[in-house]
């Protein structure tokens, strides 16, 4: 089955703590990127990946880190994390349309 | 800069009524066009999607989309809404000409449908 698959689906940390949430898709996709969620802003695009080894910051990318040395996995990472990163985070991957597909989500609460 | 708009954040409907949801995208270039629902808890699924050819275009659950390219809007339609459409509905555009797999979204329209 095609997919994307996150984990963890749901996370409680404290600040300052890293936290790594893994991101892997089977369908092959050059493509993948990270959203965060937030009530009346949508999706905003944290980071995106055209190609292994090849990352870019999308709209805020702030506090967040990412890579890509696999095509199938592409990890967010949160090295110090504060309360204002307290979101809905979905993984993306996608054909050269732009469409996309979505992961389950990861729910972050930063204490 | 591209941006999508959803006039509407909210719409309260009772079952039976129909809906449209507005969007409208400044780009001026070709664009793709997507219509996204998050039923309550889950992630995004796709809708309906407009490449090219007949701009009215039809997707699950008996919703449509019209591309009015003059007005650079991809209004979402169905005539008869169900309980079960209870749910957050995202357009979004892929402006082709920029880095094709870009999605830019709107910031989402939440229907509430009553029974």
């Known amino acids: 089955e095609a997919q994307v698959t996150q984990n963890p689906r749901y996370l409680i940390t404290v600040t300052g703590k890293k936290l790594t949430v893994t991101c892997s898709q089977n369908m092959n996709h050059e493509y993948m990127s990270w959203y965060r969620q937030d009530p009346g802003l949508g999706l905003r695009q944290i980071y995106y990946?055209?190609?292994?080894?090849?990352?870019d910051k999308g709209d805020v990318p702030e506090g967040y880190k990412v890579s890509r040395k696999e095509k199938r996995n592409f990890p967010l990472i949160l090295e110090s994390p504060s309360p204002n990163q307290t979101s809905l985070y979905f993984c993306?991957?996608?054909?050269?349309?732009?469409?996309?597909?979505f992961g389950p989500g990861t729910r972050l609460t930063v204490l | 800069a591209q941006s999508v708009s959803q006039h509407n954040h909210h719409v309260i409907l009772s079952e039976a009524a129909s809906l449209e949801l507005g969007c409208n995208y400044s780009y001026g270039g070709t664009v793709n066009l997507f219509w996204y629902v998050q039923y309550p808890g889950q992630h995004l699924q796709l809708l309906l999607k407009?490449?090219?050819?007949?701009?009215l275009v039809k997707g699950i659950k008996g919703f449509e989309a019209e591309f009015i390219k003059s007005k650079f809007s991809f209004n979402l339609r169905k005539p008869s809404v169900q309980w079960s459409d209870t749910a957050e509905y995202f357009c979004a555009v892929n402006p082709r000409m920029d880095s094709s797999y870009k999605l830019i979204f709107g910031s989402g329209t939440r229907l509430l449908v009553r029974p």
């Open positions: 990946s055209m190609n292994v080894e090849v990352t």
């Open positions: 993306a991957s996608s054909l050269t349309s732009g469409e996309q597909f």
């Open positions: 407009y490449f090219s050819g007949d701009p």
